[in-house]
């Protein structure tokens, strides 16, 4: 068998582990495996092909980033190029990529990404490559699998810069209000917040009431808090309102981020308490993947060549603890996954006292 495996959208902390994990598993049976640079583009210009050694990959299970690049722009289906009279329109190149992969004599393509690169590898199943997908974000919202890889290493980092700001909040009795990832879902937000004793958590499934947020605020003043951590996460909007959007991208894409500041001067205007504002960002995708998340990224990497073994292609790697298996990529595609408004951890927060503006 020769496979490639590319790797696209946002980097995560295991993208590294989950090719070790394939690299290895195919060379014990004797398969190679060929990796893709930059998402896409790899079968689009084949200078940009890489023959995965098991040398190669030896020692970067606790490596962040991607050691073959990853892509956000880059669709072959919506691929934009320029024409003689300069201008730029989106068009399907998508054949080109199936007749290089067939051309390369590969027997399967294995998709580590998001949603947007598990439907862009649908299609190509649809097209005739027999594909595995393996699903990747820090964000946790992908259905049909109960955790991505990468979430745990973002809570972490999140949870860390949580606990840091309290001694900053607490010496200046200030408010510290911290943005963090999440897109349209609050997992990070969430996660990090409860175990971070944040006072407030502001997610996207519960749009929230600045006045109820200040109340909260103003309630912790009179049991002689005189500060306060507000964990917000990028997609949080006020009951009635939209999110906050620094940057629209073409195609109708946009870039999530504004929310915790907007909230911070809010919080400001109407309690009078001092107030700053955190973004975590591209922080919460670097560094080393946490001993969870390799694990699990070094579960999907194997699993994957498992399942090529077994011809279950069109299917995505996915964890329903406390296994691994194989579900449907149009199951995890369908629909994003939100937080659960009845999940434990929502009913754990509210009996811990936090606040989600509601
Ligand atoms: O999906 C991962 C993610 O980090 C989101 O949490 C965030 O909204 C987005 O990617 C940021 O994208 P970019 O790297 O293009 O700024």
Redesign the pocket.
Request: no cysteine.
């Given at each position: 068998m020769k496979i490639a495996v590319n790797t696209g959208?946002?980097d995560a902390p295991g993208l590294n582990a989950v090719i070790r994990g394939i690299v290895l598993a195919a060379h014990q049976k004797g398969w190679e495996i060929y990796g893709i640079k930059y998402g896409y583009q790899g079968l689009i210009d084949t200078k940009q092909i890489v023959h995965l050694t098991p040398e190669y990959v030896w020692d970067i299970t606790n490596i962040g980033g991607t050691i073959l690049g990853s892509a956000?722009r880059g669709d072959p289906f919506r691929y934009p190029v320029k024409k003689p009279d300069g201008n730029v329109v989106e068009t399907d190149i998508s054949g080109m990529v199936v007749s290089n992969f067939n051309a390369l004599g590969f027997d399967a393509l294995i998709v580590i990404g998001?949603d947007g690169s598990l439907r862009i590898a649908s299609k190509f199943m649809e097209k005739g490559i027999p594909v595995i997908g393996i699903p990747k974000?820090?964000?946790n919202d992908i259905s049909a699998t109960a955790i991505t890889f990468g979430f745990d290493s973002a809570v972490n980092t999140a949870t860390e810069a949580i606990d840091k700001l309290h001694t900053t909040a607490k010496s200046h009795d200030r408010v510290m209000v911290v943005e963090v990832?999440?897109?349209y879902t609050g997992w990070i937000a969430l996660h990090s917040g409860v175990s971070g004793s944040a006072d407030v958590i502001l997610i996207p499934e519960i749009p929230f009431d600045i006045e109820k947020v200040c109340n909260k605020i103003k309630q912790l003043e009179f049991i002689g808090q005189n500060y306060a951590i507000v964990v917000a996460a990028?997609g949080a909007m006020p009951v009635g309102g939209k999110v906050t959007v620094i940057e629209e991208r073409p195609g109708g894409e946009v870039?999530?981020g504004g929310i915790g500041k907007k909230v911070a001067d809010e919080i400001e205007d109407r309690t009078g308490k001092e107030t700053r504002v955190i973004v975590l960002g591209?922080l919460q995708?670097g560094g080393a993947p946490t001993t969870f998340d390799r694990l699990l990224s070094l579960r999907f990497g194997t699993a994957a060549i498992r399942f090529i073994e077994a011809g279950m292609f069109g299917t995505m790697v996915a964890l329903h603890p406390p296994d691994i298996c194989a579900v449907p990529i149009e199951e995890a595609i369908g629909q994003m996954k939100s937080v659960p408004l009845d999940s434990d951890i929502i009913q754990t927060a509210r009996s811990l006292g936090i606040s989600f503006g509601d």
């Open positions: 959208g946002g956000i998001g974000t820090i964000d990832m999440g897109r990028e870039r999530l591209h995708r």
